[in-house]
T-cell receptor, first 110, second 113 residues
């Protein structure tokens, strides 16, 4: 079974804080992805990575950065959290052609 | 940019009836089309997928059809049950390069008992 885990299910942060969301996969996958999910907008790609230290911007990268120092771990960083970044964040990992999702982190920025 | 349009955004059906969700994609190089089901509070899970060299695929009560010429693909659920109630997402992807998915905006399906 493919296992993708995320560090927190729920997170509450203050405006201006630096926020780290972590995603870990256990199958040596090359491609990993970060999405945010908002009602009516579906899943929007923030960043993705196709190898260690390799990253590419997705459709909505503004206000975010990522880090991939080890193959199994892909981190999403909110440099200075803002209220409009309150959302559900989903990580995914690719196996052959299919993406498998983590359980999600619901982030609230106050 | 590339996009996937998904319709309808909400769908209510009586238990036992069929449900159809339709998607249209813009990237003609897309060749892989997965469908995900997301139950309330849970992660999206793959339920069926289809590749561009196939026109139809079935798995029990679920089927997906693909019309490459028209760039349409559809999810068909027959004999719907209350546990089919969820949000369904379609996506289109190339199976090379970045493997990025372009997702539709989702369909909330309610199956009424």
């Amino acid at each position: 079974d493919v296992k993708v885990t995320q560090s927190s299910r729920y997170l509450v942060k203050r405006t201006g804080e630096k926020v780290f969301l972590e995603c870990v996969q256990d199958m040596d996958h090359e491609n990993m992805f970060w999405y945010r999910q908002d009602p009516g907008l579906g899943l929007r790609l923030i960043y993705f990575s196709y190898d260690v230290k390799m990253k590419e911007k997705g459709d909505i990268p503004e206000g975010y950065s990522v880090s991939r120092e080890k193959k199994e771990r892909f981190s999403l960083i909110l440099e200075s959290a803002s209220t409009n970044q309150t959302s559900m964040y989903l990580c995914a990992s690719r196996v052959e052609d299919t993406q498998y999702f983590g359980p999600g982190t619901r982030l609230t920025v106050l | 940019g590339e996009n996937v349009e998904q319709h309808p955004s909400t769908l209510s059906v009586q238990e036992g009836d069929s449900a159809v969700i339709k998607c249209t994609y813009s990237d003609s190089a897309s060749n892989y089309f997965p469908w995900y089901k997301q139950e309330l509070g849970k992660r999206p899970q793959l339920i069926i997928d289809i590749r561009s060299n196939v026109g139809e695929k079935k798995d029990q009560r679920i089927a997906v059809t693909l019309n490459k010429t028209a760039k349409h693909f559809s999810l068909h659920i027959t004999e719907t049950q209350p546990e089919d109630s969820a949000v369904y997402f379609c996506a289109a992807s190339r199976t090379s390069g970045t493997y990025k998915y372009i997702f539709g905006t989702g369909t909330r399906l309610k199956v009424l008992a």
